[in-house]
């Protein structure tokens, strides 16, 4: 079984409808990160916690949230979804401390018709 | 803001070739920086992380080196095979926030 995994890997929505994309993890981290991948573009930091009571913006939250249910689980919402929020999405976690090395999930890819 | 670039976009190559991948950052406040591969439709597996302070680390054809001065890091595959082709991506953590910026990676094809 996966360290980090997400559920669900593929989902077709329409624009406006609430979506969660689920990760949990058995690494034991502290540190878990949601981030979206576009063509070209690399990977963008959306939101990240260092603990369950520690959530923190990244360079692109606007039209998300999330909630640290426990250590180790780390969900992401679109509460109304946009076509521009069609991307793969990846959850992340990783050790405390400044040289904890990063471990990616699957990925999420999320289609917003 | 830190910006990360990696150079080629893609890269072809027949197999057994060495080859060597770019990666550069803009602002050299960095804690590490990380190599990770990833295969289409796939997340993102580590390869090699190398400390700020470090010059450079190895794992079986894989070496990079960092060059935190000059904003630089370059990631060498020895003995090119097909099973390498892939997406590599670089990405630094920062000194503040403690984030992660990723360049939007290198698509590499080893031809057989």
């Known amino acids: 079984d996966a360290d980090v995994t997400q559920t669900p890997r593929n989902r077709i929505t329409k624009t406006g409808k609430r979506i969660m994309l689920e990760c949990s993890q058995t690494?034991?981290?502290?540190?878990m990160y949601w981030y979206r991948q576009d063509p070209g573009l690399g990977l963008r930091l959306i939101y990240y916690?260092?603990?369950?009571?520690?959530?923190n913006k990244g360079e692109i939250s606007d039209g998300y949230s999330v909630s640290r249910q426990a250590q180790a689980k780390f969900s992401l919402s679109l509460e109304s979804a946009i076509p521009n929020q069609t991307a793969l999405y990846f959850c992340?976690?990783?050790?405390?401390?400044?040289?904890?090395?990063?471990?990616f999930g699957e990925g999420s890819r999320l289609t917003v018709l | 803001k830190q910006e990360v670039t990696q150079i080629p976009a893609a890269l072809s190559v027949p197999e057994g070739e060495n080859l060597v991948l770019n990666c550069s950052f803009t602002?050299?406040?960095?804690?590490?920086l990380q190599w990770f591969r990833q295969d289409p439709g796939k997340g993102l597996t580590s390869l090699l992380l190398?400390?700020?302070?470090?010059r450079e680390q190895t794992s079986g054809r894989l070496n990079a080196s960092l060059d935190k001065s000059s904003g630089r890091s370059t990631l060498y595959i020895a003995a090119s095979q097909p099973g390498d082709s892939a997406t590599y991506l670089c990405?630094?953590?920062?000194?503040?926030?403690?984030?992660?910026?990723f360049g939007a990676g290198t698509i590499l094809r080893v031809k057989s």
């Open positions: 992340a976690t990783a050790l405390a401390g400044a040289s904890g090395e990063l471990f």
């Open positions: 690494k034991g981290h502290d540190r």
């Open positions: 916690s260092f603990d369950v009571k520690d959530i």
């Open positions: 190398i400390q700020s302070s470090q």
């Open positions: 602002d050299s406040a960095i804690y590490n």
């Open positions: 990405a630094v953590r920062l000194e503040y926030g403690n984030k992660l910026v």
